[in-house]
């Protein structure tokens, strides 16, 4: 609970994250309010999936991909030598872009998995925490007569919502979006969109999108990225221009790139 | 401007190629399953009649010949050209010699048939020594054609069962080794070891089976200078191994990212994802490449000739000798016996069934029980 009484939930410091010899962006300065929605945008290649993905270790899994520089949770580097990865994410957890539901387990066992990898394998013990699950991720009252059925039957909505319950599952007070509507329809996305901010009471959210209004929407804080074309001789950049409250981003840009983004002058 | 009007000017030569093109892909699926059929077709038929309750039950039994007092003696001389069954095409079923009264039939060499055997066509192996002369002699005159008939009694039960052992264990052997290199090479493609191993599989997957006899030959054969089962086991795992680490490795390869990156996202380690996610989404194809390995194993026969020899007898020793369906059908198919080669046709048809068998019972077991899919 100290989290929740500090002002800073993550603390980002000089982070660099590289593919292979290629620096993907510039070095990251930024501190994540607790409870609060920070929104990343940015157009394509700006690198916001990249430093997304920095912030709970995915970005290390693809192949020659790393990071430098300090990711803190709390007083925590996550990128402490000692601290494994899969702990790491079991503390930020992530939702992605295309839904994913395990196609070979049923919609119980699409949240039971991760709950048995924490070591409980009680069973009535699992029934509840799958339930809260659901409950939370809304998607309870649709799925508590067929959780039995595969999960890949649910429509992509529901996916997207199974694949949020599989993640608070786990326990987690950072929860990752990478861009989470970006696939579904209107409804489904006005669905998540309501469900992120019910879930902003109990954990940390980060959101990756490239649906402005959708930033504009839902965020608290916004972070701009834009793309450095010759930045040097590795090829284009990312780089964070703007890191404010939304409203401020929206209505009074202090950067001109931000200003020409948001009006769709570039990107 | 209506729409037959505006058609391009080569729009009459595009529909003919296309027309031509679908005909050529049609006749080439004929052309490539037209011999499938006729081989499954040829097998069941012919091997199929030689399947009797003796076929599974007994073991090898040597060739019987009339209870009219045929010497067994008589049927390797070279001199007495009746007693060799040289028409492989003569039908094994009883002739009634009555019903063909035959002038020739006496000298016919494919009559093989005798009326006392058709009466008894189990009998047990006959070789009397009560000084009878062969019925060619005694009985021909009577009955118009004295031609014993050389029947193969016993079964292949020995066969079987040494064709279960030594594929049995040989997919026990390939299938940890094999699917967890596939494993290492999709999961970490990175690796150069990695890269290593592919081309190696590569090349053992395409070459020659009498090759990995030979190694198996020289390193264990001739080792412990004995021919054994266990041989014959290692010497199959060479030729399954490839098959199975290709085939998981291209599965495996299918599965999409974003499954393996949920597993990781909810702080799984990457061994947790790859057996409880990864594993279990592609095991269909999995399966698929461990049928096409054992039924590879299954029906080898060049390296079975170099470790397990063969053997008449039952036997569950692995370090001795051991029979094979496979080695039942390429040396029955070269006796001189129609009934031998007839028990040739089934042991090809049990093959076939076998993998057959082992397909579908996979395939049950393996399918996926969710709803909804």
Same mark, same amino acid.
């Given at each position: 609970m100290t989290i929740e009484a500090s002002p800073v939930a993550m603390t980002i410091q000089q982070l660099k994250p590289f593919y292979g010899k290629r620096q993907a962006v510039k070095a990251v300065d930024m501190e994540i309010e607790p409870h609060k929605i920070t929104a990343i945008i940015g157009p394509s290649g700006c690198g916001k999936s990249t430093v997304l993905r920095c912030l709970n270790r995915m970005h290390e899994t693809v192949l020659n991909a790393r990071a430098e520089g300090e990711v803190r949770l709390g007083s925590e580097n996550i990128y402490a030598p000692d601290i494994d990865a899969s702990l790491v994410r079991r503390k930020i957890g992530m939702v992605f872009q295309q839904p994913v539901a395990l196609r070979t387990r049923s919609i119980f066992e699409n949240i039971a998995v991760g709950l048995r990898l924490g070591g409980i394998n009680n069973k009535a013990q699992l029934a509840e925490r799958v339930e809260q699950s659901l409950h939370a991720a809304a998607l309870w009252e649709e799925v508590k007569d067929k959780l039995n059925q595969a999960g890949a039957a649910l429509s992509g909505g529901q996916q997207q919502r199974l694949s949020i319950a599989r993640s608070i599952a786990v326990g987690p007070e950072v929860i990752l979006f990478d861009e989470p509507c970006s696939a579904l329809d209107p409804i489904s996305t006005l669905k998540i969109e309501e469900l992120l901010l019910e879930l902003r009471r109990d954990y940390t959210i980060i959101i990756v999108t490239h649906n402005m209004q959708q930033a504009a929407r839902i965020s608290d804080k916004t972070a701009v990225f834009m793309v450095?074309?010759?930045?040097?001789?590795?090829g284009p950049q990312g780089v964070l221009v703007e890191y404010r409250g939304t409203r401020e981003v929206f209505t009074n840009p202090q950067d001109s790139r931000t200003e020409d983004y948001i009006s769709g002058r570039v990107g | 401007m209506s729409i037959r009007t505006s058609a391009p000017a080569n729009y009459r030569g595009r529909k003919v190629t296309d027309t031509i093109m679908r005909g050529l892909s049609i006749v080439a699926t004929l052309i490539a399953i037209i011999p499938l059929i006729l081989i499954i077709g040829y097998v069941t038929i012919i091997g199929g009649g030689a399947i009797t309750t003796d076929f599974f039950t007994k073991t090898y039994e040597p060739p019987a010949v009339s209870d009219s007092g045929f010497n067994l003696g008589d049927l390797g001389a070279?001199?007495?050209?009746?007693?060799?069954?040289? *028409?492989?095409?003569?039908?094994p079923t009883p002739i009634d010699p009555n019903a063909t009264p035959d002038p020739f039939a006496g000298i016919d060499?494919?009559?093989?048939? *005798?009326a006392s055997v058709s009466a008894e066509p189990n009998a047990p192996p006959v070789v009397t020594d009560d000084g009878a002369v062969p019925g060619i002699n005694n009985d021909m005159g009577a009955e118009g054609t004295g031609v014993a008939e050389v029947t193969a009694t016993g079964g292949v039960l020995h066969a079987i069962i040494g064709t279960l052992l030594v594929t049995g264990m040989a997919l026990l052997i390939s299938l940890p080794i094999g699917i967890l290199a596939a494993i290492f090479l999709a999961e970490y493609p990175g690796n150069p070891v990695a890269t290593v191993v592919r081309f190696c599989t590569d090349l053992l997957s395409g070459s020659p089976s009498i090759i990995a006899g030979v190694v198996a030959y020289i390193l264990i054969v001739v080792q412990f200078k004995s021919f054994s089962a266990i041989a014959g086991a290692i010497s199959l795992t060479l030729l399954m191994v490839p098959t199975i680490v290709r085939t998981t490795e291209e599965v495996l390869k299918l599965v999409p990212e974003s499954v393996r990156e949920a597993a990781l996202a909810m702080g799984a380690p990457t061994w947790y994802s790859t057996f409880t996610v990864v594993v279990p989404t592609a095991i269909a194809g999995i399966v698929t490449g461990v049928m096409l390995a054992f039924a590879r194993g299954a029906g080898e026969t060049a390296p079975l000739i170099m470790t397990v020899l063969g053997s008449n007898n039952i036997s569950f020793d692995l370090l001795a000798p051991i029979a094979a369906l496979p080695l039942i059908t390429y040396r029955y198919t070269e006796s001189p016996y129609p009934g031998e080669n007839t028990q040739a046709w089934g042991a090809a048809f049990i093959l076939m069934m076998l993998v057959l068998l082992v397909n579908i019972l996979v395939r049950v077991a393996t399918r996926n029980r969710l709803q909804g899919r």
């Amino acid at each position: 609970m100290t989290i929740e009484a500090s002002p800073v939930a993550m603390t980002i410091q000089q982070l660099k994250p590289f593919y292979g010899k290629r620096q993907a962006v510039k070095a990251v300065d930024m501190e994540i309010e607790p409870h609060k929605i920070t929104a990343i945008i940015g157009p394509s290649g700006c690198g916001k999936s990249t430093v997304l993905r920095c912030l709970n270790r995915m970005h290390e899994t693809v192949l020659n991909a790393r990071a430098e520089g300090e990711v803190r949770l709390g007083s925590e580097n996550i990128y402490a030598p000692d601290i494994d990865a899969s702990l790491v994410r079991r503390k930020i957890g992530m939702v992605f872009q295309q839904p994913v539901a395990l196609r070979t387990r049923s919609i119980f066992e699409n949240i039971a998995v991760g709950l048995r990898l924490g070591g409980i394998n009680n069973k009535a013990q699992l029934a509840e925490r799958v339930e809260q699950s659901l409950h939370a991720a809304a998607l309870w009252e649709e799925v508590k007569d067929k959780l039995n059925q595969a999960g890949a039957a649910l429509s992509g909505g529901q996916q997207q919502r199974l694949s949020i319950a599989r993640s608070i599952a786990v326990g987690p007070e950072v929860i990752l979006f990478d861009e989470p509507c970006s696939a579904l329809d209107p409804i489904s996305t006005l669905k998540i969109e309501e469900l992120l901010l019910e879930l902003r009471r109990d954990y940390t959210i980060i959101i990756v999108t490239h649906n402005m209004q959708q930033a504009a929407r839902i965020s608290d804080k916004t972070a701009v990225f834009m793309v450095d074309r010759d930045s040097n001789e590795h090829g284009p950049q990312g780089v964070l221009v703007e890191y404010r409250g939304t409203r401020e981003v929206f209505t009074n840009p202090q950067d001109s790139r931000t200003e020409d983004y948001i009006s769709g002058r570039v990107g | 401007m209506s729409i037959r009007t505006s058609a391009p000017a080569n729009y009459r030569g595009r529909k003919v190629t296309d027309t031509i093109m679908r005909g050529l892909s049609i006749v080439a699926t004929l052309i490539a399953i037209i011999p499938l059929i006729l081989i499954i077709g040829y097998v069941t038929i012919i091997g199929g009649g030689a399947i009797t309750t003796d076929f599974f039950t007994k073991t090898y039994e040597p060739p019987a010949v009339s209870d009219s007092g045929f010497n067994l003696g008589d049927l390797g001389a070279p001199a007495d050209a009746n007693a060799v069954p040289a *028409d492989t095409n003569a039908a094994p079923t009883p002739i009634d010699p009555n019903a063909t009264p035959d002038p020739f039939a006496g000298i016919d060499l494919g009559a093989l048939t *005798d009326a006392s055997v058709s009466a008894e066509p189990n009998a047990p192996p006959v070789v009397t020594d009560d000084g009878a002369v062969p019925g060619i002699n005694n009985d021909m005159g009577a009955e118009g054609t004295g031609v014993a008939e050389v029947t193969a009694t016993g079964g292949v039960l020995h066969a079987i069962i040494g064709t279960l052992l030594v594929t049995g264990m040989a997919l026990l052997i390939s299938l940890p080794i094999g699917i967890l290199a596939a494993i290492f090479l999709a999961e970490y493609p990175g690796n150069p070891v990695a890269t290593v191993v592919r081309f190696c599989t590569d090349l053992l997957s395409g070459s020659p089976s009498i090759i990995a006899g030979v190694v198996a030959y020289i390193l264990i054969v001739v080792q412990f200078k004995s021919f054994s089962a266990i041989a014959g086991a290692i010497s199959l795992t060479l030729l399954m191994v490839p098959t199975i680490v290709r085939t998981t490795e291209e599965v495996l390869k299918l599965v999409p990212e974003s499954v393996r990156e949920a597993a990781l996202a909810m702080g799984a380690p990457t061994w947790y994802s790859t057996f409880t996610v990864v594993v279990p989404t592609a095991i269909a194809g999995i399966v698929t490449g461990v049928m096409l390995a054992f039924a590879r194993g299954a029906g080898e026969t060049a390296p079975l000739i170099m470790t397990v020899l063969g053997s008449n007898n039952i036997s569950f020793d692995l370090l001795a000798p051991i029979a094979a369906l496979p080695l039942i059908t390429y040396r029955y198919t070269e006796s001189p016996y129609p009934g031998e080669n007839t028990q040739a046709w089934g042991a090809a048809f049990i093959l076939m069934m076998l993998v057959l068998l082992v397909n579908i019972l996979v395939r049950v077991a393996t399918r996926n029980r969710l709803q909804g899919r």
